[in-house]
């Protein structure tokens, strides 16, 4: 079983920043970040490749957030600018052993492990 650990959630003004980190144990993952308000369905926010060469965002976190991870770690970081208060949610990390070169994923689907999250609150 792989452990994911998530941290750097709190809570908050519109227009802060806050820096999410998660570290996951052994083996070699492409990484995503994915997020649930309430009564929402969770949703894709960022993710990564293994080799930390190409990433992709939901359109709604795009200019604002960025994933990075260093090549060949297992631990990926989200740093989250411009804070609104649609981007209160728990914020859930999560790995797909799944490492096709270039390859990284939007569906949740793809990821066989997660962790069990982060709450961010953004208040207005």
């Known amino acids: 079983q792989v452990h994911l650990v998530e941290s750097g959630g709190g809570l908050v003004q519109a227009g802060d920043s806050l820096r999410l980190s998660c570290v996951a144990d052994?083996?070699?993952?492409?990484m995503g970040w994915f997020r649930q308000a309430p009564g929402k369905e969770r949703e894709f926010v960022a993710a990564?490749?293994?080799?930390?060469?190409?990433?992709g965002y939901a359109d709604s976190v795009k200019g604002r957030f960025n994933i990075s991870r260093e090549y060949g770690k297992n631990t990926v970081a989200l740093q989250m600018n411009s804070l609104q208060s649609e981007d209160t949610a728990r914020y859930y990390c999560?790995?797909?052993?799944?490492?096709?070169?270039?390859?990284?994923?939007?569906?949740?689907?793809?990821?066989?492990?997660w962790g069990l999250g982060t709450q961010v609150t953004v208040s207005s």
């Open positions: 999560a790995a797909s052993s799944s490492v096709t070169p270039y390859s990284y994923y939007r569906e949740e689907n793809r990821y066989q492990y």
């Open positions: 052994g083996g070699t993952y492409a």
């Open positions: 990564i490749t293994w080799s930390a060469d190409r990433s």
